[in-house]
């Protein structure tokens, strides 16, 4: 089950996306992310064949964008469709749905995940996990 219906940008692209890597040859795209220290991004983009084999992602794709501006006191958003990359549309993508569902994960000890796109099931999934300093205090009276 897609969990984008509350994001029109992320449900649309999600769906052009899949569609996209098939045409492409591609089983399978992995965008990984980390951050720490107030700063975070993909790492690494791979997209896949059936044998495991890197498929290009230069091919074009349009895509949906969310242009936002503060006007009269309130934030409106306006969107268009735009083209680029495959492989900068998946890393478009990523940095919305990570922003979405794990805003601030680069704060503090970080966090890192991968954003996996499988063609065969229909299915896009988000495997993330948070960075933290874990404390035991204890007292002692002498």
């Known amino acids: 089950m897609s969990n984008t219906q509350a994001d029109p940008v992320l449900s649309h692209n999600r769906a052009v996306l899949l569609d996209a890597l ?19 991004n993909a ?10 084999q890197e498929v290009n992602g ?3 794709v349009s895509i949906m964008r969310e242009d936002r501006h503060y ?3 309130q934030w409106q958003s306006t969107y268009a469709m735009v ?6 549309a998946l890393d478009g993508f990523a940095d919305r749905a990570v922003g979405r569902y794990h805003p601030g994960y680069w704060n503090g000890e970080g ?12 299915a896009v999934r988000v495997a993330h996990r948070d960075f ?8 002692t009276d002498l």
């Open 71 to 73: 006007a009269d006191g």
């Open 22 to 40: 098939r045409t492409a040859g591609a089983t399978s795209a992995v965008i990984s992310y980390s951050g720490y220290g107030d700063s975070g």
């Open 111 to 122: 966090g890192e995940g991968d954003i996996t796109f499988d063609c065969a099931s229909d």
């Open 132 to 139: 933290y300093t874990e404390q035991v205090a204890t007292d």
């Open 43 to 52: 790492n690494e983009i791979q997209i896949l064949d059936a044998e495991g």
């Open 83 to 88: 083209e680029m990359s495959l492989h900068d």
């Open 58 to 60: 230069d091919h074009a």
